[in-house]
């Protein structure tokens, strides 16, 4: 099922913006690979180039190529939705779907790409929940609103709304960022249990979380402001933390800079 | 040396001695209004200047001067502050309901005298002036018609026009649409009706009926069409554009296509404000007298069907009425004003009861 991810040369643009240029990096299977770095380094713009989420701003491009499992995702042919149905998100504050119960928002994938068999969905959205470490908490209200949740209850029906869609490939931008410390550890033993179906990549700020949860870490940093953000290192997570091969991550980590 | 760099340094704002503060009795704001209010009273009619009405203003007035200065000197300047902007505001509040209470008193109590179930079961057919009877059956078919076709017409492609403007539009011709609709908001409804007829009664609508032109209902729905269109779609507009983008991203990232995350995820978000914008472009069209003046004709007999001969409307019914020679009419157009605006608020009730009917909002 999960599928390894490459890009080779990507730059992305926000109109004349470079954001990020020449990234080169390779993402294995059943693996969580964590993108660090400084604010505005392009940590955010390569994950979302990665399921084409960045072409949706005004002016956005990318540049280069991104492969899945050979399959060049930004293919004249593809199909976008294919490629988001393929390579799930997830993202920095909870967006549950306000006009949608818990159940629907779980099955909205499914049943807004034409599923519409209830019993399909009532497993699908069970198994999702399930996998989302949340059905117990929510499985005697799953027609109240998704929106009346908690911060991280909302967080992980976000995560089950993606997985219910069986992508290959989650992308998670920052998705503990706006949660406390009970919610991120809920989502992170989540992460974990994934990694035995899903090719994960996470963009995080917290270093501790990076050393915790990914197998692969990536370090991206830009010289100024202004200037385009590149992929200094990138290599196994013990290896960036005990010792990483370039100065400047060495820096960030230990928090001399960023 | 050290002193003089002490006195340099800003002072910082000096800490009160105690969090607590004098206050003003509780009774001390309504007993400030009745004394202001005696003395207006003592004022205006002791120098016999004027009624009740200039007692209540200048009594505000006094009311107003009374508190700060009273407030000033047991709260402090702060407090008096807050205290005058606070019941300016009230007055603000009440000012704006009096004129609204006003008219709905007026229609009450003098739309209730031919409130009758003659009234609304039949029309002006062979009602002479000195003819006590007579009804408005014929002009609630008309409004309800025009304004219903009227609609059928604008919102849908109100709500399609605000799609494409926020969702898909790019560059110059969005923004000529976006231009466009500014100016039809200013467009007066008399010009509506004189395009209209212009346009279709004398142009296009004898094609269809022996080469002579013909007043319709329809007409008059095209005209208020023309009325409609820019609110529906500048209110919808607004309230798409309120719509986070984080959910349409959502929707997309579960590889939802463009048009069905607009179809189901952004309009049913929005769709409470949508309702209501709508709700007031429809009330604003059953209002409407001019265009309906010009192109339905405004018959004094039940017309079922809009599309040949003369309509009236509800509006055009009051403002027929009103200028009637007939010591009944005037009764008649204020029950029909009354009608008019009972039947605006139960299409809006019910409207927004039917937005709502999703029960996870609110």
Redesign the interface.
């Known amino acids: 099922m999960a599928k390894r991810v490459s890009a080779s040369n990507v730059t992305a643009y926000y109109g004349a913006f470079k954001a990020i240029e020449n990234i080169n990096l390779t993402v294995e299977p059943k693996t969580v690979t964590a993108l660090i770095g400084p604010s505005g380094c392009g940590k955010s713009t390569f994950l979302r180039s990665i399921?084409r989420?960045h072409e949706?701003l005004?002016g956005a491009r990318v540049e280069g190529s991104l492969t899945i499992d050979d399959q060049d995702i930004y293919h004249r042919d593809v199909d976008v939705?294919?490629?988001?149905?393929?390579i799930?998100?997830v993202?920095q504050?909870p967006?549950?779907?306000?006009?949608?119960?818990i159940f629907e928002n779980v099955v909205?994938?499914l049943k807004?790409?034409g599923v519409r068999k209830k019993s399909i969905l009532d497993e699908a959205a069970e198994k999702a929940l399930r996998s989302a470490n949340l059905w117990d908490e929510v499985k005697d209200r799953l027609g109240k609103?998704g929106a009346g949740l908690s911060g991280g209850q909302q967080q992980r029906l976000?995560i089950a709304?993606?997985i219910a869609?069986e992508p290959q490939v989650v992308l998670m931008d920052e998705p503990c960022s706006a949660l406390d410390p009970i919610s991120t550890l809920a989502i992170e033993d989540l992460m974990f249990q994934l990694k035995d179906k899903f090719t994960i990549i996470i963009v995080t700020h917290n270093m501790q979380q990076a050393a915790r949860v990914s197998d692969r870490t990536a370090f991206f940093s830009i010289e100024k402001t202004g200037d385009p953000g590149r992929l200094i290192e990138y290599d196994n997570t013990q290896k960036i933390f005990s010792n990483p091969s370039v100065k400047k991550t060495e820096d960030y980590i230990t928090g001399r800079f960023g | 040396m050290s002193t003089t760099v002490t006195s340099h340094r800003p002072r910082p704002p000096a800490q009160p001695e105690s969090l607590r503060a004098r206050r003003l009795p509780a009774y001390a704001a309504p007993v400030i209004a009745v004394a202001a209010l005696a003395l207006a009273a003592a004022i205006v009619y002791g120098a016999s200047i004027g009624g009740p009405v200039l007692v209540i203003v200048l009594g505000a007035v006094l009311y107003l001067v009374g508190l700060f200065a009273a407030s000033n000197a047991v709260e402090g300047r702060r407090s008096a502050r807050n205290r005058t902007w606070s019941a300016l505001i009230h007055s603000a509040f009440v000012l704006a309901v009096v004129p609204l209470a006003s008219v709905v008193w007026t229609l009450v109590s003098k739309g209730t005298e031919r409130l009758d179930a003659n009234f609304f079961n039949t029309s002006m057919n062979n009602i002479g002036a000195r003819d006590p009877n007579g009804g408005a059956y014929h002009a609630i078919v008309g409004t309800l018609e025009q304004v219903g076709i009227a609609a059928l017409i604008t919102v849908p492609l109100g709500i399609l026009c605000a799609i494409y403007i926020v969702e898909y539009g790019r560059g110059r011709f969005a923004f000529a649409i976006r231009f466009f609709v500014d100016v039809m908001t200013g467009i007066p409804s008399i010009v509506t009706g004189l395009f209209v007829l212009a346009f279709w009664v004398l142009i296009v609508s004898p094609w269809f009926n022996d080469g002579r032109p013909s007043f319709s209902g329809f007409a008059a729905a095209l005209a208020l069409s023309v009325l409609m269109l820019p609110t529906i779609v500048r209110s919808t507009e607004e309230m798409l554009r309120l719509v986070p983008p984080p959910l349409r991203e959502g929707a997309y990232a579960l590889g939802v296509p463009k048009w069905k995350t607009i179809l189901r995820v952004v309009v049913p978000t929005a769709l409470p404000g949508i309702v209501t914008g709508v709700m007031l472009s429809i009330a604003r069209a059953a209002g409407e007298t001019a265009p309906v003046l010009l192109v339905a004709g405004g018959g004094a007999a039940i017309n079922f069907n809009p599309f040949e001969n003369n309509q009236s409307s509800l509006a055009l019914y009051v403002y027929q009425q009103a200028g009637e020679a007939s010591k009944y009419s005037p009764a008649r157009a204020w029950t029909a004003a009354l009608t008019l605006v009972a039947l605006v608020l139960i299409l809006t009730i019910a409207a927004k009861l039917l937005a709502r009917r999703n029960r996870l909002s609110r």
């Open positions: 399921n989420m949706v005004p939705t294919a490629v988001r149905r393929t799930g998100m993202f504050r967006n549950p779907f306000p006009t949608m119960s909205a994938g807004l790409n609103p976000c709304r993606t869609v």
